[in-house]
Each structure stands twice: as C-alpha cells, then as structure tokens.
C-alpha cells in the first residue's frame, strides 16, 4: 500500500515538473501580446554655443493623426525634460513564463518632437520612435540657438 501511494505521488511530481519543462521549452506554444505603454525619454537641451544647459523647455509631440503624442513630467534633475512617449511592448508568453519583451514605436513611426522656450529659437526634432526608445540612458541631446544673439555668439 505504501509503495503505491509512494508512486502515485512520485509520478504526480515528476508529472508536474514535466509539464512545467515542456512550457519551458515552449512545446505548447508561445504567444506574442501587444501592449500599448508609455516609455520615458529624457531629452536634454543645451546652447549650441556655450554647451550649457537650458532649463525651462516645454516639449510639444506630433504624430501623423495625433497633435498630442507624448507628455511632459517633471525629471527632477537640472535642463533634463523627461517626455513619455506612446509605445507598443510586445510580450513573448508561454503558459507559464513570459519568455522576454521588446518595444515598437506605435503606428507612425516617426516622431515630431517641438522644444519651446522663451529665450531661444524653438525647435523641431523628427525622429525615429524606435531609435529614440533604444538610445542608451535613453537621453537625446538637442542644441538650441538663443532667440536674441549677444556680442559673444554672433
């Protein structure tokens, strides 16, 4: 009696670790889900002449058929402008595991990005939404020229 429970419950177990092996390896199949996220990219904007940065920028986000594509939060360092921009995280899942993730720009794949401050010249970056995901530290750079020019940057 005691050598048949012990079997049943030795191949419960080894029934149990099989199958989690087998969705391990994927034998039932992995499925890939979409999910629609915001990501945050830093972007610092700086002189073009003296390389200082600039505090104060408000950003503006445009995408083909949509005139309100990212948004600005506060960074908390000094000239960062952190922008989260709209982004699509495909999951790979098994049963049991997920077995990974990657990030796609969302429907347009080009990004319009508006940097506007009072002292200087606003500006318009187009950029890649792929690209600008994948840029490490994700923190893209932007020079500004100054609205008014001085002795010392004619």
């Given at each position: 009696?005691?050598?048949?429970?012990?079997?049943?419950?030795?191949?419960?177990?080894?029934?149990?670790?099989?199958?989690?092996?087998?969705?391990?390896?994927?034998?039932?199949?992995?499925?890939?889900?979409?999910?629609?996220?915001?990501?945050?990219?830093?972007?610092?904007?700086?002189?073009?002449?003296?390389?200082?940065?600039?505090?104060?920028?408000?950003?503006?986000?445009?995408?083909?058929?949509?005139?309100?594509?990212?948004?600005?939060?506060?960074?908390?360092?000094?000239?960062?402008?952190?922008?989260?921009?709209?982004?699509?995280?495909?999951?790979?899942?098994?049963?049991?595991?997920?077995?990974?993730?990657?990030?796609?720009?969302?429907?347009?794949?080009?990004?319009?990005?508006?940097?506007?401050?009072?002292?200087?010249?606003?500006?318009?970056?187009?950029?890649?939404?792929?690209?600008?995901?994948?840029?490490?530290g994700k923190l893209y750079k932007v020079n500004m020229e100054p609205r008014i020019s001085t002795p010392d940057n004619q």
């Open positions: 009696m005691k050598n048949k429970i012990l079997l049943i419950a030795v191949s419960i177990v080894l029934s149990g670790a099989g199958f989690v092996g087998a969705d391990y390896v994927g034998l039932f199949g992995i499925t890939e889900k979409p999910e629609y996220v915001l990501q945050e990219v830093r972007i610092r904007p700086y002189n073009m002449f003296d390389n200082a940065p600039i505090e104060g920028v408000r950003v503006r986000c445009f995408q083909q058929g949509n005139g309100n594509a990212c948004t600005q939060r506060d960074s908390g360092r000094l000239g960062i402008v952190s922008v989260m921009v709209p982004s699509i995280k495909l999951s790979r899942r098994s049963l049991l595991f997920e077995k990974g993730y990657h990030y796609i720009g969302s429907r347009d794949p080009k990004i319009q990005i508006m940097l506007i401050h009072v002292d200087y010249i606003s500006k318009v970056e187009s950029v890649e939404v792929a690209g600008l995901l994948n840029l490490p």
